[in-house]
Antibody, heavy 122, light 111 residues
């Protein structure tokens, strides 16, 4: 059974940093692109970042480009989201999702984690 | 502002059918047959219910069906049940620097 488990969330001050992890199990991790999607309070889902299975191709939303970095360690079956210079508007539940497609281009996301809460506040 | 446009809310009585629209552009929905739909209950992980416009993954109810015409995709839910009450999101493969675009979400209320 495919399982995705996020960790690393918490309370951080504006301007601070946080690293989220997403550990996969039940599948060959390196074959799949991984994506981070977030949901701010009262808002809809927002795509954040995607990384291809090999880790060389990445995409970032305009809202986080230059501040967030997606990466992965296939030897640990884990994807990461390094979040720097955090802002109030980054407060959200962050989900990782497994993408089905070609390289880093996902046609759809067939499995999602339960999400981890990131709160940016002083 | 989301890249794909969905109605904020739809509603229907148990047993009825509803349709949720998802309007895109020639760079996403209009260009690719890679529209997917997700059901999201509060506090839970989003669940894939339709992929590649009109395909259901294993475990997705056959009361869900998808379609596409031009730059508009649609999700139909038939035989409404109380458990269908949730938010629904469409996404599409896209060209350019953004590989995927999301809709703003639609709250389905079962009256």
């Amino acid at each position: 059974e495919v399982h995705l488990l996020e960790s690393g969330g918490g309370l951080v001050q504006p301007g601070g940093s946080l690293r989220l992890s997403c550990e996969g199990s039940g599948f060959i991790f390196s074959v799949y692109a991984m994506t981070w999607v977030r949901q701010a309070p009262g808002k809809g889902l927002e795509w954040v970042s995607t990384i291809g299975g090999g880790g060389t191709r990445t995409y970032d939303a305009d809202s986080v480009r230059g501040r967030f970095t997606i990466s992965r360690d296939n030897s640990k079956d884990t994807a990461y989201l390094q979040m720097n210079d955090l802002r109030h508007e980054d407060t959200a539940v962050y989900y990782c999702a497994r993408g089905v497609g070609v390289l880093a281009n996902s046609r759809y996301f067939d499995n999602w984690g339960q999400g981890v809460l990131v709160t940016v506040s002083s | 502002q989301s890249a794909l446009t969905q109605p904020a809310s739809v509603s229907g009585s148990p047993g009825q059918s509803v349709t949720i629209s998802c309007i895109g552009t020639s760079n996403d929905i209009g260009a690719y047959d890679y529209v997917s739909w997700y059901q999201h209950h509060p506090g839970k992980a989003p669940k894939l219910i339709i992929f590649d416009v009109n395909n259901r993954p294993s475990g997705s109810s056959d009361r869900f069906s998808g379609s596409k015409s031009g730059t508009t995709a649609s999700l139909a839910v038939s035989g409404l049940r109380a458990e269908d009450e949730a938010h629904y999101y469409c996404t599409s493969y896209a060209s350019g620097s953004t590989p995927v675009v999301f809709g703003g979400g639609t709250k389905l209320t079962v009256l």
